[in-house]
């Protein structure tokens, strides 16, 4: 947004919603502009509710959080893998 000459820090922050869903019924609803993920904006742009505006975003960091007792379930080592993580390599704590 910088390179836009827009300072994040100063826009005004009206509401915050519970759920990705909620967020993009209030933007259907035109109280605003939102930054969602195309899976969940799809049906919003399939029905024509809402424009798609092309913007970069900055990368983010995102954390892997599973349970800190056990062993990881099946469906967790396959989205570890998909990831390129290796189950072994989280571990509680990091």
Not at 7 to 25: I, K, Q, T
Not at 34 to 50: E, H, I, K, Q, Y
Not at 62 to 81: C, D, E, K, N, S
């Amino acid at each position: 947004m910088a390179a836009l000459g827009v300072d994040a820090a100063r826009l005004p922050v009206a509401m915050e919603f519970p759920s990705n869903e909620a967020v993009r019924a209030a933007a259907e609803a035109g109280m605003g502009a939102a930054v969602l993920s195309a899976s969940v904006a799809a049906p919003s742009f399939d029905a024509g509710l809402l424009h798609h505006v092309p913007f970069e975003l900055p990368d983010r960091v995102f954390q892997v959080l599973r349970l800190a007792r056990g062993r990881p379930t099946r469906a967790a080592v396959t989205l570890l893998g998909q990831l390129g993580i290796a189950a072994g390599q989280v571990r509680p704590g990091s």
